[in-house]
């Protein structure tokens, strides 16, 4: 087996992984998922590896996710580098409803190809085949550095609908709050703790004047310049933030669907602080997991209906 490819075909119970007294994850039942990881690693700010989420870690951490009902079958959860981008463009040609095919993409890319082969004639393939896979019904679900665009990912944005430019502060201090700016949205909501609500207004991103549930996420990676491209179509903002940097009005995530795809895209910035992004018990690996839930499920049309959909409160 490549090192770098992580390959796993069933899940297990690890209770040792999980923090004290932290609840675990919880999702509605669904049917069982295939999942397709691509990803990278980068580092500015010299975090250690325990706190730096990096590739392997996604997968690592889905795996110990009894809720999130992975398939039994070969491959299900297969996590592939970005400098191996065409096994996973291969697999996207596979339609999300062939037992072989997958059902959600989580990207965690933060760069293109670099190995020197073709590197840009192959991250355009790709691109080509997350455009035909959300043809088809398939999800895709953009985790924190997916969204930040580098040398050669300018398609890949257009079609995420977004892109972070420039500097990413590490902030220790306050951190960034996660503000839900969407009402009972499930990605947003189900099971996702809000000990506070804060006044907030974002008319330029859809965002009217109200009092927003949130939760705070210190320490954290801020992306300042995180924005919708000009003129993207489809979307709307699901998270926020409220820190003062460049302005005081910050996307965070959001949902974009097009009359084109059967398939939905959900970008979710927060994600650089290992123990927050995948912890155990904690919101943001809640939303992760709620993402892929609700990216799986799209193409059925019914994802809202599911039994066990649980509404968002104070914690």
């Known amino acids: 087996m490549n090192p770098t490819q992580r390959r796993i075909s069933s899940l297990c119970v690890a209770l040792a992984w999980l923090a004290p007294m932290a609840p675990a994850q919880t999702l509605p039942a669904h049917a069982p998922l295939r999942i397709l990881v691509v990803s990278d690693e980068v580092n500015p700010h010299g975090l250690p590896p325990e706190q730096l989420t990096q590739p392997g870690d996604i997968s690592a951490a889905l795996a110990k996710t009894p809720a999130l009902h992975i398939d039994a079958s070969a491959e299900s959860l297969l996590e592939i580098p970005t400098n191996q981008i065409e096994e996973a463009s291969a697999r996207l040609l596979v339609p999300p409803d062939d037992p072989s ?48 665009e580098t040398a050669g990912k300018t398609s890949m944005q257009d079609l995420l609908g977004g892109q972070a430019t420039g500097a990413v502060p590490w902030n220790t201090q306050s951190g960034q709050n996660v503000i839900a700016t969407r009402t009972y949205h499930f990605v947003s909501h189900h099971a996702v703790r809000y000990p506070a609500a804060v006044d907030y207004t974002d008319p330029a991103h859809g965002i009217p004047p109200g009092n927003y549930r949130s939760f705070n996420n210190t320490p954290d990676e801020r992306y300042p310049n995180l924005d919708l491209r000009p003129g993207a179509s489809g979307i709307e903002t699901l998270f926020a933030s409220d820190y003062d940097e460049g302005g005081t009005t910050h996307v965070l995530g959001y949902e974009r669907t097009l009359p084109q795809w059967s398939g939905v895209v959900l970008v ?48």
């Open 101 to 148: 095919g997958y059902d959600v993409l989580v990207y965690f890319a933060h760069r293109t190809p670099d190995n020197g082969n073709n590197d840009q004639a192959r991250q355009e393939a790709f691109v080509a085949a997350v455009s035909q896979f959300l043809v088809a019904g398939g999800g895709v679900v953009s985790f924190h550095h997916g969204i930040y």
């Open 268 to 315: 979710y910035q927060p994600g650089e602080y290992q123990p927050h992004a995948l912890g155990a018990g904690d919101n943001n690996y809640q939303i992760l997991l709620n993402a892929i839930v609700y990216a799986a499920n799209f193409r059925s049309g019914d994802w809202i209906y599911i039994d066990g959909f649980e509404g968002g409160g104070a914690s």
